[in-house]
């Protein structure tokens, strides 16, 4: 390795999936001096004194998108070089709809018109929060409040406001009316696979884990933005990043820095894409030719301009559990909207 050359050093890389390894870290007798985080855990590893902040990334900001700064910013302070952004998007297939609809309402018209024939259009695991709160946000509704320094305000919570029952409502009938049942079981995930790929539904709602599936499936599939809801608003699905961190243990901070400087070069940045199609949020290379023509690079690349970033507070944690049961509440018809989403909240919020 060049870097090992150059630097008179050695480099040993253990391969640990990203989201574990502030677990791996926490565990591990043997610390790295530097390893991967996603963005809505570097709240709680930067206020545990795990991660170093990057002094060096305020004046190479802008070599970034603004969206992948913002998910490792906090407290003033940068805690990561970003590596990726990813969010959901629309996989269509090209056979049944020459173009993706821009508008819901006319996946919803387009739904009305294939039932009949044992078909769908646009398909999801829209019970599930993370998969749901696109639409919420869309309508109006939004996790936490920002306070004046960037940081989420716990204390504010909108999963219960106009917007947000709206959502819910929106979600309600097109679940209902316009999603075969057994997606709204656990067997719904592989069964969304298995209906885009079967050539049974239009498009479908999911995110980059899924490209590499459809690739090799056979089907004539393109990759879009989310659509519109018809108060003109974007569907605003969540976007997360990874970015590389420095250990606050490590010892050899310096040289720590440099190599994560060298790995998030734009030559090694655009290998990274090409090998496992996560979009590097450097502009130099969102701006390469091979990925301003590519419709995955250009469609996360759009999404992230209409995304909310998942929050990294530690009361996020109960919005998974109260935002699951609001949603399995609305869609059965057990609450109205307005009284799960209250319901919901009042969880969040409880200490």
Known sequence: ???????DCKVIVKEVD???????YSTTTEKPDVFIVVSDKVGDAASNGIIESLDYMSNEKDLYAEAAINAFSLSGKIWAEPRSVESLVVYYNKDLIEYPFEQFDDYVAYAKKVEKDGKYGLIGKLDNF???YGILAGAGGYTFGI?????FNENDVGLNNEGTVKGLEIIKDYANNHLPKVLLTDEGWGEIDKLFIEGKAAAVISGPWSLDKYAQSGINYGIAPLPQLSNGNFIRPFYGAKGYVVAKASKNKQLAEKFIRTLNKPVYAMMRYVAIAELPPTKEVMTNPLIVNDDFANAIAHQIEHADLMPSIPRMGKVWGAM???LSDVIS???DAKTASNEAVEKIKAD
């Open 130 to 132: 993370y998969f749901a």
């Open 18 to 24: 990203a989201v574990k390894q502030i677990e791996e």
């Open 324 to 326: 699951a049961e609001c």
């Open 333 to 335: 018809g057990k609450k």
């Open 1 to 7: 390795m060049a870097f090992e050359k150059e630097n």
């Open 147 to 151: 306070n004046a320094d960037g940081s």
